[in-house]
């Protein structure tokens, strides 16, 4: 039987396939993708870190933690809002660290990851990808599902979901790579896709991290009646198709 955020995934494979098998990762790693194109798009995973981050912020105001410390203090933060709580912290440092990473590495391989903004340094919509003001939207506008059934599920599907496609997104990418291109050293890009960002969006502590969420979300849909957890299945869809929706329109259009 599979799990709730597996049956997720299962649920829409045909807009699965779409958010995470575009073109553009096909051409991104196997070097075909210029600067000029990775630069902006660069730019914009940039601007989705910090809706993401302001997404973070409403996540952990849906979250009751419990204000009893339990008998057995091996129960302590055992329960799924305190580990959803742990996830999210450590979240946050990650997140920082790929605002980080991605500005350091573009400034060594001459990639320039900045939109056109106005005078007071904002970047006006009409220069966001539509993927990029897609996920602002969503991000900016979570808010806590049933007060009494997991309050917090839609955010924590949200925070999932997008991070189950980029991990896919990437891993399948990696999968297109001639196996004899070994540094990317004549790609169109210097090599920054090859070398740097294809490793760190698919390494074995990111996919690690991802299904520490899904255990997370799966455990506490586990413990509900059946028939709660056909109503939390129908919330979760929402978002889910909303996410599948803004990855795909996330990648840069390119021929098949």
């Not at 340094?121 to 009494?148: H, T, Y």
Request: with cysteine.
């Amino acid at each position: 039987m599979s799990s709730f955020t597996q049956a997720l995934v299962a649920s829409d494979p045909a807009g699965f396939q779409r958010a995470t098998q575009s073109p553009f990762l096909r051409r991104a790693a196997q070097g075909k993708v210029s600067r000029e194109v990775l630069g902006p798009w660069l730019a914009n995973d940039r601007l989705y870190v910090q809706g993401y981050l302001r997404a973070a912020g409403r996540l952990l105001s849906f979250l009751a933690l419990p204000q009893v410390v339990p008998a057995a203090l091996t129960e302590l933060h055992a329960d799924p809002a305190s580990k959803l709580l742990a996830w999210t912290i450590d979240d946050l440092v990650n997140i920082q660290q790929e605002e980080r990473f991605i500005a350091e590495t573009a400034t060594r391989y001459g990639i320039d990851v900045n939109l056109p903004a106005d005078e007071h340094g904002q970047v006006p919509a009409s220069a966001k990808m539509s993927g990029l003001r897609q996920f602002e939207a969503l991000f900016d506008g979570l808010q806590a599902g049933d007060e009494g059934l997991l309050p917090w599920l839609e955010g924590a599907v949200v925070f999932y979901g997008t991070e189950k496609c980029y991990l896919e997104a990437w891993t399948w990418a990696k999968s297109q790579v001639d196996d004899t291109d070994k540094d990317g050293a004549d790609h169109e890009d210097g090599g920054a896709v090859r070398r740097e960002f294809m490793d760190n969006w698919t390494g074995p502590e990111f996919e690690a991290f991802v299904q520490r969420l899904a255990d997370i979300i799966d455990a506490a849909v586990q413990t509900q009646e059946d028939d709660a957890k056909e109503a939390l299945l129908q919330r979760a869809l929402v978002k889910w198709r909303e996410i599948l929706a803004a990855e795909e329109a996330f990648w840069p259009v390119f021929d098949a």
